[in-house]
């Protein structure tokens, strides 16, 4: 390699690496017409654009990159990496397929081939692949990591926590603490899995927050006329989730302000009058949520913060007991009582239940997670109910498909902003029978608004239960196969469940 290529190769990376993307760009595309054909300037430079999440660029240039450096490892790794994130598996194992002919114990090709069969929901391949690389590498922690994660996509978490800690005697980073967190609140290993559920706040884990406050972490201090500010972390979903435990505090806090998500202040403030609610003043940089403070009111500065899922570990729970016995939300029931009304009238008296079955974020990797329309069946054939569609986004392909198939019309609310107007959806669950979806911003909604709340998962969950239903929010009942995956028992279960609701009426 030229002295050149090795200044541009290190002046890119530091650039990169200080997150200045702009100046890497800049920096690489001044100096492509000499070196427009060479494969660790187009890789460089897909990179670059990866980072950008511009995945039709990076695609551009790492394709350039592969034509002239197939025999490059990185090169061929990134580039299938792209592929897949662009919905081309098929493409992105062709390329890996062809690199592994060439180079067979090429730990790093072996490794990305793995984790393409686990994206692809083929976890015993990836268990096959990474034996492999474990036999040629036994001292890779990576390795031990990937077939924790294998042996977890196939509920076989107690082997996956033996991996895990291997990986983690010679890797203690904050990721693989956090995927052993999960594996040990799935497994019921509540007091450690809460521990190592606070390493999701690790510096090197790139979607922690960073907050722009001088106030002192709580650790458990006396909160007796004290002021503690609650902050906000991950999607509207786990705020919902996780703000069960704001009634507990607020028995041993003086005073507690709320930061959170800008579309749940209005329903938190009816619902927790007596907590100071504002919404977070949030920004990224690059992928980090920067949280700013400068709204905080100089009389309610606070004591002490606290991240808001940092509360179950805090508060020492070494046997999860109900949090409530219904949901925390207060629904007015003017709004209940108007949403009762139209219901029955849309639904000619008949029972309405809400049906939401994917997210709006519906990207390949989070595909596995929502069951196809067509398991449906047991649930949409119920006899005399009616259903209506929570979905926020355009569900009219999907709506015709269940018309079409099943012979059923779902009621769809298009006066409502089902996305951002939480107040109007709690009230609207509220009037329902019930709810079923998979394990949603919507569903947590609805069981915090005391709802009945199925929801269907394709495997075990992290989420503290009991007796099958969750501990923070016990209007949730979850139904998850004995074996993965098999969402037609998942689909039966859950309509003798709803048998059961209307029985009950």
């Known amino acids: 390699m030229t002295s050149e290529l090795e200044l541009i190769l290190k002046n890119s990376q530091n650039l990169m690496q200080q997150g200045k993307l ?4 800049t920096f690489l595309l001044d100096r492509y017409e000499k070196w427009a054909n060479h494969p660790i300037i187009n890789f460089l430079l897909g990179q670059v654009f990866s980072l950008k999440g511009d995945i039709n ?9 592969y034509q002239h450096g197939k025999h490059i490892s990185s090169i061929v790794v990134l580039f299938a990496e792209q592929l897949q994130a662009n919905n081309e598996s098929d493409q992105a194992r062709v390329v890996l397929k062809l690199a592994l002919i060439n180079s067979p114990c090429d730990k790093e090709l072996l490794q990305s081939f793995a984790n393409l069969c686990l994206a692809d929901q083929k976890p015993l391949d990836s268990l096959r692949i990474n034996s492999r690389i474990l036999l040629l590498f036994p001292l890779s922690e990576k390795t031990h990591a990937n077939i924790a994660e294998a042996y977890a996509a196939v509920d076989n ?6 991996h ?4 983690i005697e010679r890797d203690p980073s904050s990721q693989l603490r956090l995927n052993r967190a999960i594996t040990l609140l799935t497994l019921g290993h509540y007091e450690k899995g809460w521990a190592d559920y606070e390493s999701r706040l690790g510096h090197d884990i790139i979607s922690s927050p960073k907050r722009l406050i001088r106030v002192p972490r709580w650790n ?3 909160l007796r006329n004290k002021t503690i500010l609650v902050c906000s972390e991950q999607g509207v979903g786990d705020e919902l989730y996780f703000s069960a435990y704001l009634p507990k505090l607020q028995g041993i806090a003086g005073r507690i302000i709320l930061e959170t998500d800008p579309r749940l202040v209005e329903i938190f403030k009816e619902s927790l009058p007596d907590l100071s609610i504002f919404p977070y003043s949030r920004r990224l940089a690059n992928q980090r949520p920067v949280y700013n403070y400068g709204w905080l009111p100089k009389s309610l500065y606070p004591d002490f913060y606290i991240d808001l899922a940092s509360l179950p570990y805090f508060f020492s729970e070494k046997k999860i007991k109900k949090m409530n016995t219904t949901g925390y939300l207060r629904i007015a029931k003017s709004d209940r009582d108007h949403w009762k009304k139209k219901l029955f009238n849309l639904s000619n008296g008949r029972p309405v239940i809400g049906l939401f079955w994917r997210s709006g974020l519906n990207t390949a990797a989070r595909q596995h997670w929502y069951p196809p329309l067509h398991f449906w069946k047991p649930v949409l054939t119920i006899p005399d109910v009616c259903f209506v569609s929570l979905q926020y986004d355009d569900d009219a392909d999907d709506i015709k498909f269940i018309k079409d198939e099943f012979d ?3 009621i769809k609310l298009c006066d409502v902003d089902l996305k951002n107007d939480f107040r109007q959806l709690g009230a609207i669950c509220s009037a329902l029978v019930g709810v079923v979806a998979p394990s949603t911003t919507t569903a947590h909604l609805a069981a915090a608004a005391g709802t009945r709340t199925i929801i269907v998962d394709k495997t075990r969950t992290w989420s503290p239960t009991i007796n099958g239903f969750d501990a923070f929010l016990p209007c949730i009942q979850r139904i998850h196969p004995p074996n993965p995956d098999d969402w037609e028992w998942v689909f039966d279960d859950t309509r003798r469940q709803i048998d059961h609701w209307l029985l009950a009426r």
């Open 22 to 25: 702009a100046q890497a760009e």
């Open 57 to 65: 660029k990076s695609l551009h240039y790492l394709e350039i990159g």
């Open 157 to 162: 978490y107690e082997k996956s926590l033996d």
């Open 164 to 167: 895990i800690n291997i990986a």
């Open 220 to 222: 458990r201090e006396a």
């Open 408 to 410: 059923v019309s779902l």
